[in-house]
């Protein structure tokens, strides 16, 4: 979600973010499921229509993508030797490589046509009944605050390997550990302050 | 007695044997007020005093006769704090949602958050950053979104914590004119003395005490004799 997001006005992105999540549980129990390859071809056709339909180029989301190729270069033939090199092995192998491009294409779909904003308000509705227990204000906040966190930390990190490698101490796990933690407590603390001035500590 | 503006009355802080800020009484009442001093002299401490952001251990400070301490939710929607490090004062991921953000805790309507969010973006000419990851902004902008979004909640006082240090000379100058056009009071502490151009009054804070406070080229010429 970070960074990902394309603006846009068609259906896809006006429609609310808790159809689309519904949407999207639906469609991705329903890819579990499938167990015939032309219902899953069904389901790819699907979901290049929703991309169409979003205006969005699938290329759009191979940053995401992309990582899943290498997980089934590993994992197809293993399903394949797991299963005696067999047809049906192949077919089952096919099978699980094609629902979890489908899902991941899917969940790209939403990232992509859904800002932060509209899924912490889908949130916060989700939460609204249990608001006697759960402040859903705080959950949006927390879930926020991580999204921004990853970045942030990301940038501390390649800071450290960066003095890390200036001070010749490539090696070094402590070199890297150390300023990591110090420096992540102390952006904590400061985003903390931050947020109170912000008004958002009430 | 008037209760508009900030008021320091007997402010202490800090260990006995290491005080940060000593019997400090100021009344702030200019529209312009900047705070030099060196490192460590206790003025990021005094500044972050007129937020709530810390409390006074002796000595009451007062903002527009709202007491820190015990009403600091309403000091700080009377007062906007703007930090060195713009990045840790972003929360949301895009630079629109990020100002929207600070409107979204006041509880009000969406179609309200959508007009003041768009407004405060056109203002500091970040509309075409508006669906922008707030993180790969470059240092002035980001400092600029970090204004937008405070400002979009509509402060009466500004407090600025050393706003330029992490900038370039360009957006230095944007940031100042920035600040110096503001309709709020605005207070800036700060090591970089061109920005106190055009400031109504300069306080000059050392080892926790005010040791100058007058009109900026008196107070400023005071703190270079003091660095001296």
Redesign the interface.
């Known amino acids: 979600?970070?960074?990902l997001?394309r603006?846009g006005t068609s259906l896809v992105h006006r429609a609310p973010a808790l159809l689309k999540l519904v949407v999207l549980a639906v469609l991705m129990v329903l890819v579990g499921v499938v167990a015939d390859p032309v219902l899953l071809a069904g389901e790819f056709a699907l979901v290049l229509a929703l991309y169409a339909l979003a205006g969005i180029p699938p290329l759009a989301a191979w940053p995401q993508i992309g990582p899943i190729l290498w997980i089934l270069v590993f994992a197809v033939p293993v399903q394949v030797l797991v299963a005696g090199g067999s047809a049906d092995g192949w077919t089952t192998a096919g099978l699980m490589a094609g629902r979890l491009l489908v899902a991941v294409a899917l969940a790209a779909l939403f990232t992509l046509s859904t800002?932060?904003?509209a899924v912490l308000e889908a949130f916060q509705l989700i939460l609204r009944p249990f608001r006697r227990w759960v402040d859903a204000?705080r959950v949006g906040?927390l879930v926020?605050?991580t999204?921004?966190c990853i970045?942030?930390v990301a940038?501390i990190v390649r800071e450290v390997l960066e003095a890390r490698r200036a001070r010749g101490a490539q090696a070094s796990v402590t070199a890297l550990a150390v300023p990591v933690l110090v420096r992540s407590l102390y952006?904590a603390d400061?985003?903390g302050?931050?947020?109170?001035?912000?008004?958002?500590d009430? | 007695m008037t209760t508009a503006g900030i008021r320091f009355e007997g402010v202490s802080h800090g260990f006995d044997e290491n005080p940060v800020l000593r019997g400090i009484d100021l009344q702030l009442t200019e529209r312009r007020i900047g705070i030099v001093g060196a490192n460590g002299s206790g003025k990021s401490t005094l500044a972050r005093m007129i937020?709530g952001?810390v409390t006074p251990e002796r000595g009451t400070v007062t903002v527009n006769g709202l007491d820190v301490k015990r009403q600091a939710?309403l000091v700080?929607?009377e007062v906007?704090?703007i930090?060195t490090?713009p990045?840790?004062?972003?929360?949301?991921?895009?630079v629109q949602?990020d100002v929207?953000?600070?409107l979204?805790?006041r509880g009000l309507d969406a179609a309200e958050i959508a007009a003041r969010t768009a407004e405060a973006l056109d203002r500091f000419g970040l509309t075409a950053l508006a669906?922008?990851?707030a993180?790969?902004l470059s240092g002035g902008q980001k400092q600029l979104l970090a204004l937008a979004?405070?400002l979009v909640?509509g402060p009466s006082i500004v407090v600025a914590d050393e706003p330029t240090t992490l900038l370039d000379a360009r957006n230095t100058r944007l940031i100042t004119g920035l600040l110096v056009s503001l309709t709020q009071q605005v207070i800036v502490v700060t090591h970089d003395l061109e920005v106190l151009d055009g400031f109504d009054r300069v306080i000059v804070i050392d080892e926790g005490r005010v040791v100058a406070d007058d009109l900026p080229p008196v107070a400023l010429a005071a703190y270079l004799s003091l660095l001296a």
């Open positions: 979600m970070i960074g997001y603006p800002t932060v904003t204000d906040l926020a605050l999204i921004r970045p942030l940038e952006a400061a985003i302050e931050a947020l109170a001035a912000r008004g958002l009430d | 937020n952001l939710k700080r929607r906007g704090f930090f490090n990045d840790n004062q972003i929360v949301m991921p895009t949602e929207a953000f600070t979204r805790r669906d922008r990851p993180h790969r979004a405070v909640a």
